[in-house]
T-cell receptor, first 116, second 112 residues
């Protein structure tokens, strides 16, 4: 069974540009989460999809970040325009959605974003 | 707000020794506590988890203990091996939605 995949693995962009990150969850998983780790700090929650609906977007830092999950399969996270403080590693995780909120979340390898 | 504190930030042990990482959480409603291991260039991988109705859980060389009264939980790795070297994250969650609140991470180095 394929795990969570993320694309690209690395992205280097200039301040003011736009970047779109993609996450493909494990097939059949209803829950999809986005997290971010900035500069060696803790991994922070950004948002949570249940199928195509946003269940919780309390962690989204500001309106420069837009997440979508059309059709309830893969998800994209767009940063527009990117700022220096957006640099970090963006992780996606998924869980089945069949046994409650204490399910194991399976993480992807992350996208390393550097904004210059 | 929700917060998880993790200590130490770095830990160096000799191969064969034990390693202990400790976390405290602020939200008394938290009832699920997973531990993740992150190796270089990879995403976090679950190594063990514990739920609030259990005080201790063990899986081979790894054990986790939970003290709900004190709101802290710990990871114990016995007979450490060089391949245990990685960054370890604790996390806490509760019933609403399942978002994980992570600690700051502990970089464990096991010297052969």
């Amino acid at each position: 069974e394929a795990g969570v995949t993320q694309f690209p693995s690395h992205s280097v962009i200039e301040k003011g540009q736009t970047v779109t990150l993609r996450c493909d969850p494990i097939s059949g998983h209803d829950n999809l989460y986005w997290y971010r780790r900035v500069m060696g700090k803790e991994i922070k929650f950004l948002l949570h999809f249940v199928k195509e609906s946003k269940q919780d977007e309390s962690g989204m830092p500001n309106n420069r970040f837009l997440a979508e999950r059309t059709g309830g399969t893969y998800s994209t996270l767009k940063v527009q325009p990117a700022e220096l403080e957006d640099s970090g590693v963006y992780f996606c995780a998924s869980s089945p959605g069949t046994s409650g909120p204490q399910e194991t979340q399976y993480f992807g390898p992350g996208t390393r974003l550097l904004v210059l | 707000g929700e917060n998880v504190e993790q200590h130490p930030s770095t830990l160096s042990v000799q191969e064969g020794d034990s390693a202990v990482i400790k976390c405290t959480y602020s939200d008394s409603a938290s009832n699920y506590f997973p531990w993740y291991k992150q190796e270089l260039g990879k995403g976090p991988q679950l190594i063990i988890d514990i739920r609030s109705n259990v005080g201790e859980k063990k899986d081979q060389r790894i054990a986790v203990t939970l003290n709900k009264t004190a709101k802290h939980f710990s990871l114990h790795i016995t007979e450490t091996q060089p391949e245990d070297s990685a960054v370890y994250f604790c996390a806490a969650s509760y019933n609403q939605g399942g978002k994980l609140i992570f600690g700051q991470g502990t970089e464990l180095s096991v010297k052969p």
